[in-house]
């Protein structure tokens, strides 16, 4: 994928340009507000990364200033404060996804991959599939090899974000913040217990295990 | 002294009252003057007749009588009786050459000075000239009194309008030198002074009120920010200075990344304690109450109920909700969750192992009451002597030191009900703690 990075941090930039690179997507940088923007609305990028606090123009500024000139790719907003407020300000002017720093890159990278856009379906989704496992959205039920899973409302969620993103990471905060609307960090690892029921009940005598943990970073549900 | 706002008032009303003065002065002098002068020839002209009906009826002889005997009379008018000739026959009078009807002639008193007389000159058949006269001064020596009266009157309200615009302005600019004495002692750094308040409840002592009411917001953010930098210097200090050690040993036996994991994890730590820290302080900086919007604390705790019933199950222990319908209170949904969230965790942490919580959700039960929320495990409870300290940042019962947990959960509840206006209050149920948010009554 292709990537706009508008962070004036230096070191922050260059480590996040190398590793998102190693991570296989192609990075440009800019240094300075006037910069990304520029390149935000010039270039075609798959997301952009924009740090909030940069000298001279702003993120939310030049966040509002693309959205204003019809560019509609994701941008993933980058903050030094945490503010409760600041998360609200950033998605309404127009922000995909917000990161509080400091993060951990296995973080950044699960949004920046949740958000790419993938080439949109021919028709309008009514059934997500993994291999055999198949939500129906319509009917919201689920079914792995034609055999009927009965599931909490939650479990039904969180499977359903898994589902979306198969094949991409996703991290305990993201579905902590879809799934549960929790946007801080509870002491208990609930995510972990749900994701053990949920792994438990579609679950398969001999099929091998389709909800997999990735150490580090989150969970992916992708085709063994 | 002049620039005190309220002697200026006082002048500027004094000065009014004065022209007002003036004017009522003025207005009185020309309409009396006017009615006396009218009053004056009216009596004049009754005269005038009177001594034509005297002609009449007595014929000449009877006119130079009466005119004889008026002469006589003190008060009087004047008179004066001429033959068609010119020749004075009777009376004080004689001016030949005064024309017919009204005139101003100077004639002399009985004391030889001359004196303006106001004259009316008729004439009686037969070709006889009647003039009847009145002293023309007389109007002005009543305008004298008057004005005397109306000077008398203009002092007085000069004298009045400048004592009491002395005193008013004295009196004001007592109080607001003793507002501003408060301010200059908090400026110098005294915040503890406050304004003080006569009692008597006009616009100064309003502003009092509300300056101290402002001045004591103030101190609680300052009291706020000392806290959050001493929590930060407190709390923070002990596990950086941890991960620093860390640090340091990795550094010295080159170990494998096992160092830098338990370093990230140390590190995780106190973010997360800095995070919870910044939180506190933003929701006691109050800023969150526009956030507000009409919230059912069933919602929330249907919520956080699912997802932490799991993880209670898997230590044995169960975690339920018991509502009977929708409890309504105005609030900030998010920070509400939060403050449910660390309350459900404290009680299934102290409870331990099969511990049994119960979230109870209260509708308002009387009018001017709020909905409740009440958290109750069967865990040991917290001490009588320790139940107010629970609530300040980084307490943590000596029980629970080895279980994790950074102090802050209950701070945090604490200062989620407190921009809530809540009440948060602890009760013992034997065996057990109940904790019991109990909010206001919705506006």
Same mark, same amino acid.
């Given at each position: ?7 004036d ?9 190398? /590793? ?9 940088h ?9 390149l ?9 990364v ?10 939310? /500024?030049?966040?509002r200033?693309?959205?204003?000139a ?8 980058l903050?030094a404060?945490?503010g409760?407020?600041?998360r609200?300000?950033g998605?309404?002017?127009g ?12 973080e950044l ?14 028709d ?7 291999a055999?496992l198949e ?5 919201r ?10 599931l ?39 995510v972990?217990?749900?994701?053990s029921?949920?792994r438990?009940k ?7 295990e389709l909800?997999?943990?990735v ?10 | ?14 000065i ?5 003065v003036?004017a ?13 002068a ?19 009826a ?12 008026r ?6 008018l004047?008179y ?5 000739g010119?020749?004075a026959?009777?009376?004080?009078l004689?001016a030949?050459?005064?024309?017919l009807?009204?005139s101003?002639i ?8 001359p ?15 009647l003039?009847i006269g ?17 000077v008398l /009157?203009?002092?007085?309200?000069l ?17 607001i030198t ?11 750094g ?7 308040v006569?009692g ?5 002592d ?8 402002m001045l004591d ?11 959050v930098?001493?929590?930060? /210097? ?7 200075t941890r991960l620093?050690?860390?640090?340091e040993?990795?550094?010295a036996?080159?170990a ?6 338990g ?5 995780d730590t106190i ?6 820290l ?12 526009a956030?507000?919007?009409a ?18 199950e898997d230590?044995g222990?169960?975690?339920s909700?018991e509502?009977?319908?929708p409890a ?21 942490r ?6 049994t919580?119960?979230v109870?959700?209260?509708?308002p ?7 409740q929320?009440l ?6 409870g917290?001490?009588a002597g320790?139940r107010?300290?629970v609530?300040d ?9 080895s279980?994790?947990?950074?102090g802050l ?7 989620v009900?407190?921009l809530h206006g809540?009440?948060?209050?602890l009760?013992?149920v034997n065996?057990?703690l ?10």
């Open positions: 994928m292709k990537l706009l990075l508008v962070e941090d230096r070191e922050t930039a260059a480590y996040l340009k190398r /590793a998102l690179g190693e991570a296989g997507h192609v990075v440009d800019a240094a300075s507000g006037r910069d990304g923007l520029m935000a609305a010039g270039e075609p990028y798959d997301v952009i924009l740090d909030r606090m940069l000298p001279g123009l702003d993120g939310l /500024a030049i966040l200033t693309i959205r204003a019809k560019v509609k790719t994701p941008v993933l907003l903050t404060v945490g409760i407020d600041d609200v300000e998605l309404e002017a922000g995909d996804d917000y990161l509080v720093k400091p993060f951990a890159f296995a990278l699960a949004r920046v991959n949740a958000l790419a856009r993938r080439p949109p379906p021919r309008i989704q009514t059934a997500l599939r993994v055999d939500i129906d959205l319509l009917s039920s689920v079914t792995r090899g034609g055999r009927r899973i009965d909490q409302p939650r479990e039904y969620q969180l499977l359903e974000y898994l589902m979306r993103h198969a094949g991409r990471v996703v991290t305990r905060t993201m579905m902590l913040e879809s799934v549960w609307d929790f946007h801080f960090d509870p002491k208990t690892n609930i972990e217990t749900h994701m029921r949920l438990a579609i679950a398969r005598d001999g099929a091998p909800i997999h943990t150490r580090g970073a989150g969970y992916c549900v992708r085709e063994p | 002294m002049f620039r005190s706002s309220t002697l200026r008032l006082a002048a500027l009303y004094t009014a009252f004065a022209i007002a003036v009522l002065g003025a207005v009185t002098l020309l309409t009396t003057r006017a009615a006396l009218r009053q004056f020839d009216k009596r004049i002209l009754f005269e005038a007749g009177a001594m034509a009906r005297e002609y009449r007595e014929g000449l002889s009877g006119v130079v009588q009466a005119v004889r005997e002469d006589r009379t003190p008060g009087a004047d004066g009786l001429l033959a068609p010119g020749g026959m009777a009376g004080r004689s030949p050459g005064a024309p009807g009204w101003v100077a004639v002399d008193d009985h004391r030889g000075e004196e303006r007389t106001r004259l009316y000159a008729s004439v009686l058949p037969g070709g006889y000239r003039l009145d002293d023309a001064d007389r109007v002005e020596a009543l305008d004298g009194v008057l004005i005397r009266a109306f /009157a203009f002092l007085g309200v004298v009045l309008g400048v004592a009491g615009g002395y005193g008013l302005s004295r009196g004001v600019e007592r109080r003793s507002i501003n004495a408060t301010a200059e002692a908090i400026i110098d005294d915040l503890s002074r406050r304004v003080p006569r008597g409840d006009d616009e100064l309003r502003l009092a009120i509300t300056l101290n009411r917001r103030i101190s609680g953010l300052m009291e706020n920010l000392r806290q930098s001493q929590d930060v /210097a407190h709390d923070l200090r002990t596990p950086l620093r050690q860390r640090l040993a990795s550094l036996s080159p494998g990344p096992e160092a830098v994991e370093a990230l994890e140390d590190l973010l997360g304690t800095f995070a919870a910044l939180r506190i302080s933003q929701i006691e900086g109050g800023a969150r109450r956030a507000f919007r919230t059912d604390l069933v919602d929330i705790a249907r919520t956080v109920v699912d997802a932490f019933a799991p993880s209670a230590t222990g169960s975690l909700l509502a009977t319908g309504m209170i105005d609030g900030d949904p998010e920070l509400l969750t939060q403050m449910l969230v660390n309350l459900v965790e404290n009680a299934l102290h409870a331990g192992p099969a511990a919580v119960r109870k959700c209260l509708p039960e009387r009018p001017r009451t709020g909905a929320i958290v109750v495990d069967n865990g040991p917290v001490p320790e107010a300290r609530f940042r980084f307490h943590r019962l000596e029980s629970s030191r279980t994790p947990g950074n959960g209950l701070a945090l509840l604490a200062a009900a407190r809540a009440e948060v209050s009760h013992d065996p057990g109940e904790v019991r948010v109990a909010f206001p009554a919705r506006d």
